[in-house]
């Protein structure tokens, strides 16, 4: 019997805010045959979750600051989980808020960005140790991605420097083999982030983002992005959770619906 057929294939999404869920990520997932479960946040025990329980964990973004834990309590529960579970070794990726819970894990300190908010279509540069794994694809030679953060964090001792920007040093860090950080959204699409306009409002009139520019260019440049994260999340698969994608497509033909 392939010993792979005996594993589990658990996928758990931690979410903040409603519109802000798996995007793409989940039409890759269900393309393998995965039905990831999502946790959000504010409603679950976060406490009671076995933080090795699940093959792979994604932390996904949302408006509150990681430095604002005592207003928003299920941060110190989440912090506490990533803790352990990077210490377990078992597969992390955080996006945007995301990022900055696994960087507070590690030790680093997060903080409003100096330079204020980045809202909308942005370059960013991989890093030449970043040109060897995965993130390569969301270098910025092949197109800008989506950005929505007004907070940024140090890298944590021990972590590697995968992707920056003009604007912020830290846009993607690695921590050992399994755990993965990166401020910006990969996974946004255009027909989701029609949900994302009206919430971020405020975001938008701080740093005078247009809602009209970013629909424009999510128009110009989201099937591109898309097309980039499958690379990025099915070649970081194959590598943290092998069984996930075993006698699977590799989904270059794949016919996925934005929803």
């Known amino acids: 019997m392939d010993k792979n057929a005996t594993k589990t294939k658990k996928v758990w999404a931690i979410m903040h805010v409603t519109h802000e869920d798996m995007g793409s990520f989940e039409f890759f997932l269900r393309a393998f045959g995965i039905r990831p ?54 597969p992390t990726l955080g996006i945007c808020l995301g990022s900055q819970i696994i960087a507070k894990a590690l030790g680093a300190n997060v903080y409003k960005g100096p330079r204020g908010k980045e809202v909308g279509w942005f370059d960013v540069k991989v890093t030449e140790e970043g040109q060897h794994t995965p993130v390569r694809y969301f270098d910025k030679s092949s197109g800008p991605v989506m950005q929505w953060h007004g907070d940024t964090f140090d890298l944590p001792a021990g972590a590697k420097r995968l992707v920056t920007s003009d604007k912020y040093e830290n846009q993607g860090f690695s921590f050992e083999d399994n755990t993965l950080a990166l401020q910006f959204h990969p996974e946004v699409t255009e027909l989701k982030l029609e949900r994302w306009y009206a919430s971020g409002k405020c975001d938008m009139n701080e740093c005078s983002t247009c809602p009209d520019t970013i629909r424009a260019d999510a128009h110009k440049y989201g099937d591109t992005l898309r097309q980039r994260n499958r690379l990025f999340f099915t070649e970081w698969l194959s590598q943290v959770t092998p069984h996930l994608t075993d006698k699977h497509p590799r989904l270059e033909n794949a016919d996925l619906v934005d929803a």
Do not use: Q
Request: proline residues 6%; without cysteine.
């Open 37 to 90: 479960v999502p946790f959000l946040a504010r409603e679950t025990d976060i406490a009671s979750l076995d933080p090795a329980e699940a093959d792979l964990v994604l932390i996904l973004g949302g408006p509150m600051g990681v430095y604002e834990a005592d207003t928003f309590a299920h941060l110190h529960h989440e912090i506490r989980f990533a803790e352990r579970r990077i210490a377990a070794g078992k």
